[in-house]
């Protein structure tokens, strides 16, 4: 009997540590206790690339130059961020570029309502990203590892 494995899919995590009074802190969200795996477990944000993470018309509205692989890889782990945490590694277009501030949460507040329809296929990532005039931060990422499980 011959065992033909499922081809590899693109998919991303991202681990979002920021320095806390004594200790960093790391983001974790739980997954809902309706769904069939994992439910209610901690984990960190991430999941499976779509088809529009590589898209070539995101290129305008990216920070960084990381090929087509890579680039990706990082669309889909700042969409999944937002989607799961409504936390946006962008910029305003205005002020693109290496060690420049990203968005706050005045600019996560006004697109937090579009986290489901986008999670959902329901909402272009790359039509909110150019309609609200951002570029996504993905030279704000650091690569960690590549593993195919």
């Known amino acids: ?38 439910a209610g477990a901690l984990v960190f944000p991430g999941g499976k690339a779509t088809p529009e993470d590589s898209s070539a018309d995101w290129d305008p509205y990216t920070d960084g130059d990381f090929g087509p692989v890579q680039q990706d890889a990082r669309i889909a782990a700042v969409r999944e961020a937002f989607e799961e945490s409504g936390l946006l590694l962008a910029r305003p277009r205005s002020r693109r570029g290496t060690n420049q501030p990203l968005v706050g949460p005045d600019m996560a507040e006004k697109l937090d309502p579009f986290r489901s329809a986008v999670d959902r296929g329901e909402q272009s990532f790359l ?9 996504l931060a993905l030279d704000s990422l650091v690569h960690f590892g590549h593993w195919i499980t």
Do not use: C, W
């Open 127 to 135: 039509e909110l990203i150019r309609d609200n005039d951002l570029v």
């Open 1 to 38: 009997m011959t065992i033909t494995p499922d081809a590899p899919r693109l998919s991303a995590t991202v681990l979002i540590v920021r320095d806390g009074s004594s200790v960093p802190e790391v983001l974790m969200v739980k997954r809902h206790y309706q769904i069939d795996f994992a």
